[in-house]
């Protein structure tokens, strides 16, 4: 059973064990598979994948933390520097900077996997992560920083769930550093936050706040120190013609709708905007569902579920964020966006996901495939 749930009776998909072994290990098999099957299908060895996607930028930055500055470009310093510095001080072990960028996400992943099926109280949400979606699949594959946010952050709630006060200050850390990593796990951690306000615990949600808010400053602070400008890495995320070119964030939908019809796209083909859209509906369709759980209870008087809580500012909130984000990456990227809120998409979709094993072999086959598909076209 989940620390943080609170229900009436327990969940006849409460995770034991020897379930998490299970939920860790598909997650991280899944991921070497795709790797695999990828690198195969692209004819290229599997270190070639750290030329994918915003990987290059990771490495280099993690190699300037560690002292060579001679492969950092400006560009690279757009990234946030939580990723990069897990793979610093993995290398410090003795691992190449290479195999560790790729071998964090991996192991990150089953880490989240487990710790959303804990979370949650139902495996049914840990094999959801393991083998959904396609796109967090692919990231997850590559060297990319979505499931390190994901572990940190759940990890974080589930030690901040114990009760004590230290155990959620040091829950708390964690979290934080899950907003270096990513800054959209601010709305992981406003769930969590508002979930120990509901639940009557005042000076938890404060610990919880100022020892996340405390890890983001000390990470500016630390940038600012290193690079001179701490925020930099923003200024070219924004204005950079690569990245979003002057239209960080734009107003709700502008992109979704406007991006399939510029004309400086003629790559973008039907079943792209089908899955995009598809993408949309269900996250917007997840959204209500958790809403009117709680507005339900509301109108029959008795108390919500304390996840519902916990999901609302962390679903809803990613998802108002990622519908107001601008160019083309809030189209083309919706689906990655909505990553580091997909355990709150899951819980609200609980009911519906399938318990037998041979039902997520079905889901998980036509889910990997696609996200080989994706690592092919990032390339």
Not at 137 to 164: D, K
Not at 245 to 253: E, V
Request: net charge positive.
């Amino acid at each position: 059973m989940s620390t943080l749930a609170v229900e009436p009776q327990p969940s006849p998909f409460a995770p034991c064990r020897r379930d998490l072994l299970i939920i860790a290990a598909v997650a991280l098999i899944v991921r070497v598979l795709i790797v695999l099957a990828a690198a195969r299908v692209m004819h290229q060895p599997v270190g070639e994948f750290s030329t994918w996607g915003d990987a290059p930028s990771y490495i280099a930055q993690a190699q300037a933390m560690r002292g060579d500055t001679s492969h950092l470009t400006d560009f690279d310093r757009r990234t946030f520097p939580g990723y990069s510095v897990f793979i610093a001080v993995v290398s410090k072990v003795g691992i190449p900077l290479v195999p560790a960028a790729m071998a964090i996400p991996w192991i990150c992943a089953a880490i989240a996997a487990a710790a959303a099926a804990v979370l949650f109280g139902d495996r049914r949400i840990g094999y959801a992560m393991a083998v959904l979606t396609p796109h967090y699949l692919s990231y997850s594959s590559m060297p990319m920083s979505e499931s390190s946010l994901l572990a940190f952050l759940m990890v974080g709630m589930l030690v901040g769930g114990c009760g004590s006060l230290p155990a959620v200050f040091f829950g708390a850390l964690l979290i934080g550093f899950s907003g270096v990593i990513r800054p959209m796990s601010c709305f992981g951690a406003a769930g969590y936050i508002t979930y120990e306000f509901f639940r009557g615990r005042r000076l938890h949600a404060i610990v919880a706040a100022v020892g996340a808010g405390a890890v983001v400053a000390a990470s500016v602070i630390l940038m600012h120190l290193w690079t001179g400008d701490a925020l930099h890495g923003v200024h070219v995320y924004v204005s950079d013609p690569k990245a979003y070119n002057g239209q960080l964030l734009t107003w709700p939908f502008h992109s979704l709708i406007a991006t399939p019809f510029r004309v400086d796209l003629p790559y973008l083909k039907r079943a792209k905007i089908l899955y995009v859209w598809i993408h949309v509906i269900v996250t917007l369709s997840g959204c209500a569902i958790v809403v009117g759980r709680v507005l339900r209870a509301k109108r029959e008087d008795r108390p919500p579920h304390a996840l519902d809580v916990l999901s609302i500012p962390w679903l809803v909130g990613n998802t108002l964020f990622v519908l107001c984000v601008g160019d083309k990456w809030g189209f083309f990227a919706f689906a990655r966006f909505i990553v580091p809120a997909l355990p709150a998409l899951f819980w609200a979709y609980r009911n519906y996901l399938p318990s037998r094993w041979w039902a997520w072999v079905l889901i998980a086959l036509p889910s990997m495939a696609l996200a080989v598909d994706s690592v092919k076209r990032m390339n």
